[in-house]
Nanobody, 120 residues
């Protein structure tokens, strides 16, 4: 099976920065779209940013150029650089990846999530 493991979450003051990373492992043949979602208490999970296999990116309007998504195909990772963080960015952040396995099964995979808290 495929596993996604996130890292980099934590507590940061408003205006600070964090970098989230996600590592994919398992019987992977290829990785298609990778992205980051987040879910705050009482709110629906929402897309933050994603990136296709050929490098096209998409960002939520609420990000307003504060975040950057990038991937390393050799390492099988996707990262989210978060700058100028605001309290409203507080949420659990989830890694997502569309992956074709070594058995040629196309799967949508989710990580367990990592907590990001922006507070003084």
């Amino acid at each position: 099976q495929v596993q996604l493991v996130e890292s980099g979450g934590g507590l940061v003051q408003p205006g600070g920065s964090l970098r989230l990373s996600c590592l994919a492992s398992g019987t992977i043949f290829s990785i298609n779209t990778m992205g980051w979602y987040r879910q705050a208490p009482g709110k629906q999970r929402e897309l933050v940013a994603d990136i296709t296999s050929d490098g096209h990116t998409n960002y939520a309007d609420s990000i307003q150029d504060r975040f950057n998504i990038f991937r390393d195909n050799a390492k099988k990772t996707v990262s989210l650089q978060m700058n100028s963080l605001k309290p409203e960015d507080t949420a659990v952040y989830f890694c997502q990846a569309v992956i074709t396995t070594a058995q040629f099964r196309r799967t949508v995979n989710w990580g367990q999530g990592t907590q990001v808290t922006v507070s003084s």
